[in-house]
């Protein structure tokens, strides 16, 4: 995954400008890179807004709309998801190699939906989420090798982030573009209030299923393990979450809660065996 969100970046915030400044409930936003970046670790997959030129296909149903806006539209809006990883104030996303190589200004989303806030009246539903819009501009990663493999790496790190890899990670594919994004201005925004209004909320968690291994492994028992204490560490901090506790990394596993349970049993019967033998 990405480095240690602790470590000290380039400033402790954002700057506050108009590209960042919440317009609705400013009291809900976040500046520090430290709560900024931790959205971010925490979404799966991000949206990417940019601009490009109109294309021809679409030019009739452009020059119907400027005649109703009586403007000219110089470029159509892009909005695409990609998977991404981060290494300090650094995006790397990986996308088609027919999109973004101009290396143009990107808006980049990322959200977290953790609960439905239900009302009794409709107008007044809302959601209990997670949020950062980050800006930035694009760069193509050339064609060092060293270069788009640190790409790939922070990319993989980022969707799976084992100790030790489950899947080899070389760039095979020409057609891939790797882009490097420099974090230039973001702010995030979360909602977790409790407000009289409100009638109920019901929780939304992801959570990670049983690994089912392909098959075609050529290498049985590949990695089983690490992947499999990742799925059940994943779940452990969705379910501290859904008991509004917050998540300690350095939290024991399941089955090293079970083992010291099971020794503290041992040495309670063999005391009572002692004074209650059969």
């Known amino acids: 995954m990405s480095e240690d969100i602790n470590e000290k970046t380039e400033e402790e915030s954002f700057e506050k400008n108009e590209l960042t400044k919440l317009r609705r ?70 996308c088609d190699k027919q999109r973004l190589q101009y290396g143009i200004p990107l808006c980049m989303t990322f959200d977290i939906l953790d609960g439905l806030v239900l009302a009794k009246s409709a107008f007044h539903h809302s959601m209990n989420y997670r949020s950062v819009v980050a800006f930035g501009i694009g760069e193509v990663i050339d064609k060092n090798p060293s270069s788009r493999l640190k790409a790939l790496q922070a990319i993989h790190d980022h969707q799976l982030p084992l100790s030790g890899s489950t899947s080899v990670i070389e760039d095979i594919d020409g057609d891939v573009q790797l882009i490097k994004v420099k974090l230039q201005h973001a702010s995030g925004k979360v909602l977790d209030l409790d407000l009289p209004i409100w009638s109920g909320i019901v929780d939304c968690h992801y959570t990670l299923g049983r690994p089912i291994f392909s098959n075609q492994n050529q290498i049985h028992n590949h990695n089983e393990t690490s992947l499999t204490q990742f799925v059940t560490q994943n779940n452990e901090v969705v379910h501290l979450r859904m008991k509004g506790l917050k998540p300690n990394n350095n939290m024991p596993s399941v089955h090293w809660t079970f083992f010291c349970w099971f020794v503290v049993f041992l040495i309670l019967f063999a005391g009572v065996y002692q004074f209650f033998p059969i």
């Not at 500046?31 to 990417?48: G, L, N, S, W």
């Not at 990609?82 to 990986?94: A, E, N, P």
């Open 25 to 94: 409930l400013p009291s809900r936003g976040l500046f520090e890179r430290k709560q900024v970046y931790e959205i971010i670790d925490a979404a799966r997959y991000c949206h990417v807004g940019y601009l490009l030129p109109p294309h021809d296909t679409l030019r009739e149903e452009r020059e119907g709309r400027e005649k109703i806006v009586d403007m000219k539209y110089e470029f159509e809006p892009h909005v695409m998801p990609l998977t991404f990883g981060r290494v300090k104030d650094v995006l790397y996303l990986k």
